[in-house]
């Protein structure tokens, strides 16, 4: 077995190179059976093997760098780069990250989760490397689906601009996380047909290699008759028009070839691309049938590929089953996502309403502008996308939303503590980010019926950017409580007696009574941890905040006094966020027995979502003691 031999990416170079597929094997074997385990991305990482591979035998790093965008591909490269004693530790509390992390490896360049930003980082690398008289390549790995954000052309263009020897690696397989859509696709599945040119390109390449002795003149001689059939045969090219050279199509699995190309490609001394086609979830049958389903899989049998999980109804379920269900009665909805179909739970809606459903690839700034255009055409938007990457359309959401006061519904899937991900995917700043957005209404539903009451309203009764925001978990145990009409400003107060067996009479009687004011997706902590404290003689009623804002101060003041302390429960960053400003609120008032558990300014590794809260001092026991403490 090579793989545990292998300490460093010097070791795979000494393999031999006909021993390389059986080491192409044990990568895909290796990780299958820890993803298998633990969860992770599964097809992308077993359609980058022979990549990775002829990446690491033909460049040096970290005296050169690859740099992997997103980096959900990078399993491999921790594996050939002395991480194997530690890889079935992968996205486990302490453990190794699922993506590139700085803190792990020299051979990690950046710590990386989001989409297109490696040709942009390798090129402010490679530049400040040439100022500092660094030798190195630098090479960006990127994707078909990374290469439909705006910001991965921003960075083309710039790179062919400098003209710097910048080495961009396109793994093309046709997908990001569903299947691609859109122009870039189509452009690329138009570049693919181009092989014939590329074997005949190949074959004189073979026999030039063959000439003992060969002078720069010839050399020239050649390159200009290979960039003439290229002509003929390729009529355009958008990366030779931004200046780069191209070189492409190659077969992704073919790792001898993609080595030799490799090899001549380091010795240019200009930027070009390197379009490699790969198979996503290549050598593992369930996952090549069906690569949507475990590109980010939990825990499944890697025997028969069933994925284990609970039945219970998720958040995302429930929006699924309430988008289609409005859409059913109001034609003018309209849903958006950023190449997250699957992953928001809108498939349903995109097969009951094809022409109403619009995926528009890795582009959440495009996604929020676009919303906004059709509001102003009448439609009414649901735009949904991750906590973690509405981040990016900040400016789009003040400009191009709130400032021309035009109607959206934003829905913000994984919100709060996200496990398994870590630093990049944590959905907790998003509070602290849209708060200040004039006239912006943010919902923070508790559970399946009121996150469609939420849902209704945002659609029907609002006429401002409205978001909505739910946690990756299940849904709790309805109460009746949940069930009450949306009334702006007001949340939901849940008394002890509707979520214990503790009676009104055996409630009233409590001398110290405290409140717990929390966000809808930390709901099934906060009632755990009042529970745990009824049992011990305690008295706590829950506060759900269903509006984050507005927020009818008035009716908070009046509630608030009828408790002898107020806990808030926040899953968001506690600068910036809810709890800050209603404390702060209620000091104004008087009222000063107050304490905040929310997450602190820092980012927040991967783990499991108990590992996660535990380390912010959000889980039950940490609730539990806030309440305990006088």
């Known amino acids: 077995m090579y793989l545990e031999k292998i300490s460093s990416p010097e070791d795979v170079k000494k393999i031999p190179q006909k021993e390389i597929p059986k080491l192409a094997a044990e990568l895909r074997e290796e990780i299958i059976s820890v993803v298998g385990h633990n969860g992770g991305h599964l097809a992308s990482n077993l359609g980058a093997v022979e990549l990775t591979l002829a990446l690491h035998r033909v460049f040096q790093t970290p005296q050169d760098a690859i740099v992997f965008d997103v980096s959900h591909q990078c399993y491999a490269h921790k594996l050939l780069t002395g991480r194997y004693s530690d890889f079935d530790s992968i996205r486990t509390c302490e453990g190794l990250s699922g993506f590139t992390n700085v803190e792990e490896s020299e051979h990690d360049f950046f710590t990386s989760g989001h989409a297109s930003t490696s040709i942009s980082s390798s090129l402010g690398l490679l530049t400040a490397w040439e100022q500092t008289g660094h030798e190195g390549k630098v090479v960006a790995v990127i994707g078909d689906g990374a290469l439909t954000g705006g910001l991965a052309f921003e960075g083309l263009e710039h790179a062919g601009q400098l003209s710097k020897n910048l080495i961009v690696v396109l793994n093309d397989n046709q997908m990001s996380i569903d299947h691609n859509t ?51 045969m390729l009529t355009n090219n958008l990366f030779v028009d931004l200046g780069f050279e191209y070189v492409g199509p190659l077969n992704g699995h073919n790792e001898n070839n993609l080595e030799q190309v490799l090899r001549r490609v380091k010795k240019l001394h200009r930027p070009v691309v390197v379009h490699v086609v790969t198979k996503k979830g ?47 009665k109001n034609e003018k909805i309209v849903a958006i996502t950023a190449a997250m ?75 709060g503590a996200v496990p398994g991900d870590g630093a ?58 949940f069930r009450q009409p ?31 004011v929390t966000t809808g997706g930390m709901y099934s902590e906060v009632k755990d941890a009042a529970l745990k404290y009824i049992e011990k003689g305690g008295f706590a009623d829950i506060f759900v905040m269903r509006f984050i804002k507005p927020l009818d101060e008035n009716y908070f003041k009046e509630l608030a006094f009828r408790y002898n302390e107020v806990i808030f429960v926040e899953d968001g960053v506690k600068t910036g966020g809810i ?52």
């Not at 693919?192 to 063959?210: E, H, L, P």
């Not at 928001?344 to 255009?373: C, Y």
């Open 486 to 516: 949306v009334n702006i400003g007001k949340g939901i107060l849940v008394s002890a007696t509707d979520f214990s067996k503790i009676s009104e009479t055996d409630y009233s009687s409590g001398n110290v009574r405290k409140l717990i």
């Open 341 to 415: 179909a699957k992953g928001t739970g809108l498939s349903k809606f995109e097969r009951k309403f094809p022409k109403r459903f619009f995926d528009v690839g890795i582009a959440e700034e495009h996604a929020v502008t676009f919303a906004g255009g059709l509001a102003k055409g009448g439609m009414i938007p649901v735009c949904c996308i991750y906590s973690t990457f509405i981040q990016r359309s900040v400016d789009q959401i003040l400009h191009d939303i709130s400032l021309q006061k035009l109607h959206g519904v934003f829905v913000l899937d994984r919100a």
């Open 282 to 328: 290549k050598g593992y049958e369930p996952a090549e049938s069906n690569p949507e389903n475990f590109h980010g899989v939990g825990p499944f049998d890697t025997e028969t590929g069933e994925c284990s999980g609970s039945s219970r109804l998720t958040f995302t379920d429930s929006f699924s089953n309430s988008i289609v269900s409005l859409g059913r």
């Open 579 to 630: 709890s800050e400003y209603l404390e702060t609120f209620l000091l104004k008032n008087d009222f000063r027995n107050t304490k905040i558990l929310a997450f602190s300014e820092k980012f927040y590794s991967h783990g499991t979502r108990n590992d996660v809260l535990k380390e912010a001092g959000l889980d039950v026991d940490s609730i539990f003691n806030a309440l305990s403490e006088n």
């Open 424 to 481: 990049t995917h944590q959905g907790i700043f998003d509070i602290a980010l849209f708060r200040p957005v004039p006239d912006a209404v943010i919902l923070s539903p508790v559970s399946d019926v009121d996150l469609h009451l939420c849902l209704r309203w945002a659609v029907n009764q609002a006429t401002t950017a409205v978001f909505i925001r739910y946690p990756k978990l299940a849904c709790p145990e309805e109460l009746d409580v």
């Open 182 to 232: 859109g122009s870039v696709s189509r452009y690329l599945s138009r570049l693919t047909v181009s092989a014939r040119y590329q074997s005949f390109r190949y074959k004189i390449d073979r026999a030039v290699d063959r000439i003992p002795y060969i002078n720069k003149a010839l050399e020239k001689i050649i390159f200009r008759f290979k960039r003439s059939i290229k002509g003929l």
